[in-house]
Every structure is written in structure tokens, then in C-alpha cells.
């Protein structure tokens, strides 16, 4: 049994690094066949979609992840049912007032076709990928997860590079489109595998209104802290322009990777075991899979940062456009705000695994008006850094925050200390 799970889980980091390989490939192809100013719409496109499907999401899976893991797969069905209903919905509602992004100039209309496509395909994707986590289906999360991400960033790329007439961003986001199709068809083969039962059952307006008052406040805390990861692109572009988004795009697209790698080789096996060893009240259990996360997360860190900062200037050249070189100061900070991006998940996973929710929401909270005065400050002085610099201040205060919840809320035994 060990040695399949260790196969399976081999076999899960591979098929991840395979995706973030394709991913870094495709963000440096990308910046290497179109204008910076293409990548940087091609950036503020892709935020504002990850953005937006918070709204349609309404970040319902925290209470799905909690039901389907406390249910037996003969009622299965039904939850998800329910979910999706709720989703047809949010559908309905929250599609027609994103016309606003268009309406407001954010976004050219041109790209709105593929805007409102690319956001139903990637929240069905998404929300399937978060499925198959929940209920231990890692490597099927992975195929997915690949299909979505990974195939197309090397078709598009191939195709390119053999014909000048798809070098642009409709050629890019077709692409990205049709492999959220196929995505979406191998997910719905593998339910089908899976023997998921109850999807005759009637939907339980009831157990969705409980759901929405659960989802709704980690979902405010997840809009703050998203916002930031949105808003940043948009104000890069206020401070120095949509050339410099296309620079910004590059580095954060390059400093992201460690953050998808540990979510394949150290969160998405974790926190499932830190829930069930917290139910179950085995806090040595608890305790090994925390420190691991701990141990794996600076070693993840530590080897990413000194493989990219020797690389990076070297690919930087390969692209030979002077804007990207210019703009080197960038990656470093941006290298930072996810390290500590990362390192702030560890408390992040212990405390949700204890359901202590109001934590989570009072630190993401916090957070984005510290992001906003620290970079309005540097702004005056440091326009081209105010942004990464005010993205470190905000990872670096929900550190301090949600490790100060960690110690006060968790149980003595699960912190190792004896009971007095």
C-alpha cells in the first residue's frame, strides 16, 4: 500500500513538473514572439479572469471539500448537484455585471468573447481539479490540471513558431479555450469511474443556504487577498505602463512556478491528512505532516530561488529585448513576495484544517490595506518596485497573523507542549 502511494504520488510530482515546465516554456515563448505590450494585456486578461471566477465560484468548495470528505460516495452525487445548481446560478447573476470590465475600459471589447468562455471553462476546470484533491484523487487532479495548462501552452508555442500568423492573443486564448474542453471530458469520464452515487437526489436549498454562509466570509477574505494579486498588474500598468505589465507578467509568471510546485508535491497531500489527523485526534500525526510542510516549503524555497537567479539572466538575454533586462530589479522582490507567499501557507493549512475560518478572514483582511498604503508610499519614491514591495509587506503581515493564530488556537497536544 506504501508503495503505491509513493508511486502515485512520484507519478503526481511528475506530471505537475511536466506542467510547470510547459507553463515556464510558454511564458518565455510568449514574451519572446509577442510585443511586450501583447504579454502585458495577455497578463491583466489572465488575472481578471482568476479574479472573476471568485464571483461565480463564490468560493463554495471550502464547504464541499468538508461534506464530501464526512459523506460515503453513495450521496456524493447529491452535493455536487447542489453545487452546480448554485453555480448555474451565480452564472446568471454575475456574467452580465462583468460587462463592467469592458464598459470601464479595463479590457478592450475584443477580448470579451474569450474573456467570458475562458472564465465557465477555467471555474468548471477548477472546481473539478478541487474535487479530485478533496476526495485524494491527486493523480487525477494532476491529468487535469495538465490538460488544462500544460498541452495547450505547447501547442499554441509549436504552432507559433511555424506560422507568424497565430502570433497573437487570439490564437493563444482559442487554444487555452479547447484544452479546458478536453479537460472537462476526461474529468467527466474519470466521475464515471469513480462509482459516484446519489445524483437523483432532490437539490437541498437548505444545505446550499448553509454552504453560502459558510463560503461567503472566507470568500470576502479571499477577494482581499486575490484583489492584490489582480489590482497589482492594473497599477503596474498606472505607474510605468503596459509595456513594463508585460515585464512584471514574465518575473511573477517565473516566481509563481514555486508556488505550483509545492501545491503538487507538498499542500495538496498535507493539508487532506493535517483535516483527518485533526477529526481524528492524533496529534503526532498532525504534527509530523505540519513540520513537513514546514521542512518541504524552505526546501522547495531555498532550491527554487538559487536555480532561477542563476538561470534567469540567461533566458532574459535569449528573449533580446532590452525591456526585459531593464527590468531585472522586478523578479527579486517578486522572488520574495512568493517565498513568503508560501511560507504563510504552512499556518494557513493548520488552521483550516481546525476550522478556525474567522483567522484566515481576519488576516487576508488586514492585509489589503497594507498593500495599498505601502505601495502608495513607494510609488512616491520608487515607482517601479511600489508594487512588488508592497506585495512582500502584505505576505509578510499575514505570516506574523496567521502564525500568531496557530499557536493561540491549536491545542497544546497538537503543539507538542504537555498538558499542564
Not at 500500500?1 to 513538473?17: D, P
Not at 490540471?145 to 507568424?164: C, D, K, N, P, S
Not at 505540519?290 to 526546501?299: C, G, H, K, N, V
Not at 489589503?368 to 506585495?391: N, R
Request: with cysteine; charged share 15%; net charge positive.
Amino acid at each position: 500500500m506504501k508503495e503505491h502511494s509513493a508511486r502515485v504520488k512520484f507519478l503526481n510530482i511528475t506530471i505537475r513538473a511536466a506542467t510547470l515546465c510547459c507553463r515556464f516554456l510558454f511564458i518565455f515563448f510568449l514574451a519572446k514572439l509577442l510585443t511586450p505590450s501583447e504579454v502585458g494585456l495577455y497578463g491583466l486578461v489572465t488575472a481578471t479572469v482568476a479574479y472573476s471566477l471568485y464571483f461565480v465560484g463564490l468560493d463554495f468548495y471550502t464547504y464541499t471539500t468538508r461534506e464530501l470528505a464526512s459523506h460515503s460516495r453513495s450521496v456524493w452525487g447529491g452535493l455536487l448537484k447542489n453545487q452546480i445548481a448554485l453555480s448555474l446560478l451565480l452564472y446568471a447573476v454575475v456574467l452580465p455585471a462583468l460587462l463592467l470590465v469592458f464598459a470601464s475600459e479595463l479590457l478592450p471589447w475584443e477580448l470579451a468573447k474569450w474573456f467570458f468562455l475562458l472564465i465557465v471553462l477555467e471555474h468548471i476546470c477548477q472546481e473539478l481539479i478541487r474535487l479530485f484533491v478533496a476526495v485524494s484523487e491527486q493523480l487525477a487532479a494532476s491529468i487535469v490540471l495538465f490538460l488544462r495548462q500544460g498541452t495547450w501552452a505547447i501547442v499554441i508555442v509549436v504552432a507559433m513558431l511555424y506560422e507568424e500568423g497565430l502570433r497573437n492573443l487570439d490564437a493563444v486564448f482559442a487554444t487555452w479555450a479547447v484544452a479546458c474542453v478536453v479537460a472537462i471530458a476526461f474529468s467527466i469520464r474519470k466521475l464515471g469511474s469513480m462509482e459516484v452515487k446519489g445524483w437523483s437526489a432532490r437539490i437541498d436549498r437548505e444545505w446550499i443556504w448553509r454552504g453560502i454562509k459558510i463560503a461567503v466570509p472566507l470568500l470576502v477574505a479571499t477577494l482581499a487577498i486575490r484583489g492584490i494579486f489582480t489590482v497589482d498588474r492594473y497599477w503596474v500598468q498606472l505607474l510605468v505602463g503596459l509595456e513594463i505589465v508585460g515585464a512584471y507578467v514574465l518575473f511573477i509568471g517565473v516566481a509563481s512556478t514555486l508556488m505550483s510546485f509545492l501545491d503538487a508535491g507538498v499542500f495538496s497531500f498535507a493539508y487532506p491528512s493535517m483535516i483527518a489527523a485533526y477529526q481524528n485526534n492524533e496529534p503526532v500525526r498532525y504534527r509530523k505532516k505540519m513540520r513537513e510542510m514546514l521542512i518541504l516549503t524552505l526546501l522547495f524555497s531555498f532550491g527554487f530561488s538559487i536555480v532561477s537567479v542563476i538561470l534567469l539572466p540567461y533566458l532574459l538575454d535569449w528573449l533580446g529585448k532590452d525591456i526585459y533586462l531593464q527590468n531585472y530589479s522586478l523578479f527579486y522582490w517578486l522572488l520574495l513576495a512568493t517565498i513568503l507567499n508560501a511560507l504563510g501557507m504552512v499556518p494557513h493549512y493548520a488552521v483550516y484544517s481546525q476550522k478556525r475560518d474567522r483567522s484566515i478572514i481576519q488576516s487576508h483582511l488586514a492585509a489589503l490595506p497594507v498593500f495599498i498604503v505601502v505601495t502608495a508610499i513607494m510609488s512616491v519614491w520608487e515607482p517601479l518596485l511600489a508594487v512588488p514591495i508592497g506585495l512582500c509587506a502584505s505576505q509578510l503581515f499575514i505570516i506574523v497573523w496567521k502564525a500568531r493564530a496557530y499557536l493561540q488556537c491549536t491545542p497544546r497536544p497538537f503543539l507538542g507542549i504537555a498538558k499542564a
